[in-house]
């Protein structure tokens, strides 16, 4: 997905929000402003917005000082989502469709998302799991599920932390010797990296690689050799997140997105509507890749 | 007031807004934003943010080839205004008190803000007028009458065209040989000029100037020296709109501001809520001139 006009004032927005969030230091706060502005300014805009969200936040740790602004909140909403496990864990065990079930939990955990809304507390996440059961969504997870059944070689594409969590729920119910499960290579907003899978759980489990790159999405060409050599031998991708879409969308591959609709802009390109999930083959959305910007 | 730093991301929403607005050209769009970024970038910060507006607008005018991009939308205001002129005229006659009522209809009419929405139509304004009456003001009409009676020379700061009827309502109210109305010295965003003042009757009732700037406030540096000398010989200065509080609220001088508040930051500024109407003199308001923007 291109970068479109309406992106841009939400940069800015962005760049601000993780500015104060770091740093109480105006003066800081200011000159993440003016750096942002003056990127923004020259960004090539066929490429993707986490390709911007990566420098943005490149920018804001350069000048908070600190290499992970984030780790606090990525801390605390592990901890919270791996309380909120055993009787999630519990509830999909007593699910008639246990697939569905931890699938949808798995969507609904993708509010964790910092780079949305920095302000985000536990009760958004409560009643985004509480309501993921009776949603509509946009997409078919039965799909999925039969995709899933005939695959040898399963990626999945992990996205924030504390959404890990709720991942790992989802990844009890495939097939453990097929999937590798991957995370971002270093520290960026709120996403989730190795030492995070490690906390979830998710190590115990599955093999899980890292994509060896800081964007919030993954941008292949910019990824490790491992990650890519694990990405084009799959038969299958299961990516989580609005960020691994922005990314992906485009690719010419075997992609299940599964996200829940943060942002207008990805909502349209997608044809959902905001808070919408998302469990959908790539090639079964209406991607309106050359969408105009008016 | 200077500009905050959320006034900047705003920035970047308003130009692109602005750049839709008066072309379909989406290279042109695309030029607007990024000159934009990159002049937003060097912005001092302790101007207020009508002089980034009337930059912003130079921007938007330069790239769109067209010295008064709204200029129909303007007409079409002013010609809607007019329309609903003799029955508003016929309200303000029949009102107990006909110096409130009219104040309440210039000050409802000050919604007419293209730089706040681009995408305003009649119902927005019929709506404001409606309400008018029975809101809760900040401030004080009786406050502002009495001062009124007791002045010799008053200066009227116009806004947007079509409010500018409404204002010619409230103007009937004031002694016609005191009263200078000043509008904008050349085309910015909505803002009336003085072929508006023509268009709206009011160079028929008292004496009117233009201020021989394109901000869209009254940014006295670089008003002419004859609406200086009108400013500072004034016994009271009535105000409309965001633009001329923004650019005048630290100016030790008898202003009352009169606006509707439909921006965030102004109404934490001024200590309201977004929609009040503000009828209230400069001493009165809780300005928080200091006020730190985290």
Chains 1, 2 share one sequence.
């Not at 119910?173 to 995070?196: C, E, W």
Request: net charge neutral; charged share 25%.
């Amino acid at each position: 997905m291109k970068t479109y006009y309406d992106c841009i004032p939400c940069f800015i927005r962005q760049a601000l929000e993780a500015a104060r969030f770091t740093t109480p230091d105006e003066t800081v706060q200011e000159l993440v402003l003016r750096e942002v502005l003056y990127a923004v300014g020259k960004m090539d805009l066929k490429k993707s917005p986490p390709v911007m969200g990566q420098h943005i936040h490149r920018i804001v740790r350069k000048f908070s000082g600190s290499n992970d602004p984030y780790k606090k909140v990525k801390d605390h909403f592990n901890k919270y989502a791996l309380k909120l496990y055993p009787a999630l864990k519990e509830m999909v065990k007593k699910s008639p469709n246990q697939f569905e079930t931890a699938a949808l939990i798995a969507t609904a955990g993708n509010i964790i998302d910092f780079g949305v809304n920095t302000k985000l507390d536990q009760s958004v996440i409560d009643k985004a799991i509480e309501n993921a059961l009776s949603e509509q969504i946009v997409g078919s997870i039965k799909k999925l599920h039969k995709a899933v059944s005939s695959s040898k070689k399963i990626l999945y594409l992990g996205d924030n932390t504390g959404e890990i969590v709720f991942d790992r729920l989802f990844i009890e119910q495939l097939p453990a010797d097929k999937v590798i499960f991957a995370v971002r290579g270093s520290p960026i907003i709120n996403d989730a990296t190795m030492s995070d899978a490690v906390d979830a759980g998710i190590t115990d489990l599955v093999r899980v690689i890292d994509n060896g790159s800081d964007a919030p999405g993954t941008v292949l060409e910019e990824c490790s050799d491992i990650f890519r050599q694990s990405f084009w031998a799959a038969d299958i991708i299961i990516a989580k997140g609005q960020g691994n879409y922005e990314t992906l969308s485009n690719e010419n591959k075997n992609i299940f997105f599964l996200l829940k609709a943060k942002c207008p802009v990805i909502a349209e390109h997608i044809g959902c509507n905001i808070g919408d999930i998302v469990v959908s083959q790539a090639t079964d959305l209406q991607l309106k890749k050359n969408k105009p910007n008016s």
